[in-house]
């Protein structure tokens, strides 16, 4: 099962997705987010992921972390900045774009 959530924290956005799943070995989470690093079998994976989602992460100011759960599985966190201007154009369509409200799975 996969589950997500967030909230707007002062100055931030807080983000999270949750899974049930196997986790990830503790020797791999330190290079979980390096360029070409997978955890799959050779030819099943460029490893580029989540280096592409940290570099997007980085170009807004915000910060990513992976970590395992205590019952399984893994969370991902991200925190973002909020717009530090009080009216801009981005804003106000940020504001009135759609937002997910349940877990969509693809």
Do not use: Y
Not at 81 to 104: N, Y
């Amino acid at each position: 099962a996969v589950s997500m959530g967030g909230k707007a924290n002062g100055e931030r956005v807080e983000l999270f997705v949750r899974d049930n799943g196997c986790g990830i070995p503790e020797d791999k989470l330190n290079n979980i987010f390096e360029p070409f690093f997978t955890t799959k079998k050779a030819g099943h994976g460029t490893g580029l992921g989540l280096s592409i989602v940290r570099n997007i992460v980085d170009e807004h100011r915000g910060e990513i972390s992976l970590d395992n759960n205590p019952d399984g599985g893994v969370t991902v966190r991200v925190a973002l900045p909020l717009c530090p201007q009080k009216d801009c154009a981005s804003c106000r369509a940020a504001q009135t774009a759609p937002v997910l409200r349940k877990p969509e799975f693809v």
